[in-house]
């Protein structure tokens, strides 16, 4: 889950803690507790035990516990099992667990994507016999 230089956790919230306000990490942070606020951080873990009531800006998120609001990260977003997503996603890698519970709407769209491409504008993958 973790790129090359962010494979330590710089920030828990614990199992009782909670936090409300607008929560801004370089690095990692991991939710244990409960964060009623944004957050942004370059990498998320949200325990089991943990809840996030709030939008998440970030590069990937594992949720194992609870998250009510939008999450957009530029890499990757799993939700495990035990996990409860209530919210709109945007994010180019989407991984759900059996059991996880996922109420609201999923965006995989790369940023990379060009810009000409667009809806009604696709290329025949077997090529016709009009000389395309």
């Given at each position: 889950m973790f790129g090359k230089g962010s494979r330590t956790l710089?920030?828990?919230?614990?199992?009782?803690?909670r936090i409300a306000g607008k929560v801004s990490v370089k690095g990692t942070i991991r939710v244990d507790g409960i964060v009623e606020g944004d957050v942004q951080a370059d990498w998320v873990v949200v325990g089991e035990t943990g809840k996030?009531?709030?939008?998440?800006?970030?590069?990937g998120i594992v949720v194992g516990g609870s998250v009510e609001g939008n999450i957009e990260?530029?890499?990757?977003?799993?939700?495990?099992?035990?996990a409860t997503m209530i919210g709109e996603i945007h994010t180019p890698?989407?991984?759900?667990?059996?059991?996880?519970?996922?109420?609201?709407?999923?965006?995989?769209?790369?940023?990379a994507e060009p810009a000409g491409?667009?809806?009604?504008?696709?290329?025949?993958?077997?090529?016709?016999?009009?000389g395309a």
């Open positions: 710089e920030t828990i919230v614990g199992d009782n803690t996030i009531r709030g939008d998440i800006r970030t590069r990260a530029t890499e990757t977003v799993e939700l495990r099992e035990k890698k989407l991984g759900i667990s059996e059991g996880a519970i996922f109420d609201g709407s999923a965006r995989m769209k790369r940023d491409i667009q809806e009604g504008n696709v290329r025949p993958l077997i090529p016709t016999k009009t």
